[in-house]
Each structure stands twice: as structure tokens, then as C-alpha cells.
């Protein structure tokens, strides 16, 4: 049975085939229901921390990872950069993403899988609210090394609980010899202080 979709029900869910059902019903009301009326502030925090942490852009395709419908993509629009694909699970909410116009490809695309890509395709890696309860964890890191650059820019958000319960510091600590600079920057959810669970964690690392 599919979910009535809201955060609660996100945060439940426990396979990739659960994520696309339930972000299938969402992704029409996804923007007003839920990032507005929560105050989602996430895809514009982290899409700012990106732009302040490039000590200079130079050029290379960035990739948003679980872009949904568009959020990081269209923040990022409004910083200026263009060269961006838009990856996500979901068939629906990167159609409502497309009527955006802020992706230059979409791919549909699981994260716990080998994905569309070739290697070494991407400079800039960036994320919200997908490494979260319920959708992404660690092993999928693996995934995104392989098709970055050297060198390569992370800026992915991490919900706090999930970064423990899910073991990103163990992963963190394994991929030590892959990359460096990893700084761990606190950042809330929302915008209003009401959710109890509103704490995430921006990674930003390089790949080596
Ligand atoms: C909370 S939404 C965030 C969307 C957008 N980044 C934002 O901040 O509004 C999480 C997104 O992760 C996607 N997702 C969940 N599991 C996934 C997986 N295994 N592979 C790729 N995308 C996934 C969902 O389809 C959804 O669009």
C-alpha cells in the first residue's frame, strides 16, 4: 500500500522500491505541502554552503544527488552555475524538476546500485535532504567516488540522528585514503525551530 506521503512516512521507509512509490504520490505537492510549509530550508543552505566553499569555480559538471524536484538545483541557478545534472530514483519528481529547467540531463537512478555513469565524469558533488532515515546511507558514498573526478567537490547533507545511526563516521574513517579536507559544518533543517529531529550535518570533502 502506498504511504500517505509527509515526513514521517519518508523517514519509515526502508527499501528503494518504498522510495519510489511514496515519491511518486509526492512529488505534485512535494514544493508547496512540504518544503514551503515546513519551512524546508535544507536545498538553499546547502546549495549556499557550495558556493561558499569553492574557493573558486572552475569549470566541471556538477551532479545533485536525490534532486527530487529541482530545490539545490534551482538555488544554485540563482548563484550563477548552469552545469548541472539532476540524479534521482524517482521518475515523478524529477519531471516536476524538468518543468524547472534547472538540470541540463536527468537520470533516473538508485543510489544502492551501479549507476548510468562512467567513471570520473563529475567535479562537483551536491545534496540535501537524501542521506536521511529512511532513503540513503554510507555504502552509497562508494557509488559517487567512482564516478567524481579527482579532486572533486563534495557539499552533501547528512540528517544528524542518521549520520550516527547509520554509521558515516566509520564510512568517513574508511574512505580516508580516497579523501581529504572533510569538514563536518552543523546546519538546521528548517527554518523555524519546531522539528525535533531539524539537525543535519553539510560534509564537504574532496576526493583525492
Ligand atoms: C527529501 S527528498 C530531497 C529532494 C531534494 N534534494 C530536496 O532537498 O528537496 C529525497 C530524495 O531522495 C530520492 N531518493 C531516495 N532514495 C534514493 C535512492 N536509493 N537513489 C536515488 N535517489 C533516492 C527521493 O526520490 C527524493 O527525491
Same mark, same amino acid.
Given at each position: ?13 526502508? *527499501?528503494?522500491? @518504498? ?11 512535494? +514544493? /508547496? ?23 573558486? =569555480? ?20 540563482? /548563484?550563477?552555475? *548552469?552545469?548541472?545534472?539532476?540524479? +534521482? !530514483?524517482?521518475?515523478?519528481?524529477? @519531471? ?8 541540463? /540531463?536527468?537520470?533516473? #537512478? ?18 540535501? #535532504?537524501? %542521506?536521511? $532515515? #529512511? /532513503? ?11 564516478? *567524481? ?13 542518521? %549520520?550516527?545511526?547509520?554509521? %558515516? ?7 580516508? @585514503? ?6 563536518? !559544518?552543523?546546519?538546521?533543517?528548517? =527554518?523555524? #525551530? @519546531? $522539528? ?8 564537504? =570533502?574532496?576526493?583525492?
Amino acid at each position: 500500500m502506498v504511504k500517505k506521503p509527509n515526513l514521517d512516512a519518508a523517514y519509515a521507509l526502508q *527499501s528503494p522500491s @518504498e522510495n519510489r512509490l511514496l515519491y511518486a504520490e509526492w512529488a505534485e505537492s512535494y +514544493d /508547496h505541502d512540504f518544503a514551503k510549509n515546513m519551512g524546508y530550508a535544507l536545498p538553499i543552505r546547502v546549495a549556499d554552503a557550495f558556493s561558499e566553499n569553492l574557493n573558486g =569555480f572552475q569549470n566541471g559538471r556538477i551532479l545533485d544527488v536525490g534532486a527530487g524536484t529541482g530545490l539545490v538545483g534551482q538555488r544554485l541557478n540563482f /548563484h550563477g552555475y *548552469s552545469d548541472i545534472d539532476g540524479l +534521482d !530514483i524517482s521518475l515523478e519528481m524529477l @519531471e516536476v524538476a524538468k518543468s524547472k529547467g534547472c538540470y541540463q /540531463h536527468m537520470i533516473i #537512478g538508485n543510489l544502492y546500485s551501479r549507476l548510468q555513469i562512467q567513471d570520473n565524469i563529475y567535479s562537483y558533488i551536491i545534496s540535501a #535532504g537524501t %542521506f536521511t $532515515h #529512511g /532513503h540513503v546511507g554510507p555504502s552509497a558514498l562508494d557509488e559517487l567516488l567512482r564516478i *567524481s573526478k579527482p579532486g572533486a567537490l563534495f557539499c552533501i547533507s547528512i540528517n544528524s540522528a542518521h %549520520f550516527v545511526s547509520a554509521g %558515516f563516521e566509520k564510512k568517513f574513517q574508511e574512505l580516508d @585514503e580516497k579523501i581529504t579536507q572533510l569538514d563536518l !559544518i552543523p546546519v538546521q533543517i528548517y =527554518f523555524g #525551530g @519546531e $522539528h525535533t529531529d531539524g539537525q543535519g550535518i553539510v560534509a564537504i =570533502f574532496r576526493t583525492r
